[in-house]
């Protein structure tokens, strides 16, 4: 067999290119492609879930803090939105923490009913605990504390907004909390 001939036999034995499909991702045609489709469920976790960065706002008024997606920059372009802006560097760092939380499953929900000990606070479908009330941000702030000590670099940027004087005290509290695990 020829190799002219072996190149034919291929070809005709792949389905014929549609013209409106791109050869290539990540080209201009199969990102308007993608464009044209629903977004998978899992867009808003994968959007979210990225490393975010805080830099200097350069606009008016200055001293100001912005939170950035990894990649973008002010430097690399003056179009960059920034996702959010703080007056404080602590407030922004706190955003850092908590965005790539919030496109996962929310680990914790509240159940509708109370049962004989309040509600029962669910994980997966199982009772793993109970509130006397239905507390619904009592469950919210269960659930963004559970996605930062599941995540170690948005757990950084906790610690990092805490500030030095905290550290220290979280220091001592850890330290005495080694001595009588109890308390």
């Known amino acids: 067999m020829s190799a002219s001939r072996k190149s034919s036999t291929r070809s005709s034995s792949r ?7 791109p050869e290539h991702v990540f080209t201009p045609e199969y990102l308007a492609h993608l464009a044209e489709r629903d977004e998978p469920v899992t867009a808003t976790e994968a959007e979210l879930a990225i490393p975010w960065h805080v830099e200097p706002y350069p606009k008016e008024p200055k001293g100001r803090w912005a ?9 690399k372009s003056t179009r960059t939105i920034p996702t959010a802006v703080f007056d404080r560097k602590e407030d922004a760092l706190l955003a850092c923490a908590i965005l790539p939380g919030l496109g996962k499953r929310l680990r914790f929900r509240l159940a509708s009913d109370p049962d004989d000990l309040g509600y029962p606070i669910l994980d997966d479908g199982q009772i ?20 930062l000590v599941a995540a170690p670099r948005e757990l950084a940027y906790l610690l990092d907004a805490a500030g ?17 695990p109890e308390g």
Do not use: M
């Open 67 to 75: 939170v950035l997606r990894l990649g973008e920059s002010f430097e």
């Open 15 to 21: 389905p014929p290119q549609s013209p409106s499909l």
């Open 164 to 180: 030095g004087l905290a550290l220290e005290r979280v220091d001592r509290i850890a330290v005495k909390r080694l001595e009588d």
């Open 128 to 147: 793993v605990g109970h509130s006397e009330l239905f507390y619904e941000d009592f469950i919210a702030a269960l659930n963004v504390a559970a996605a």
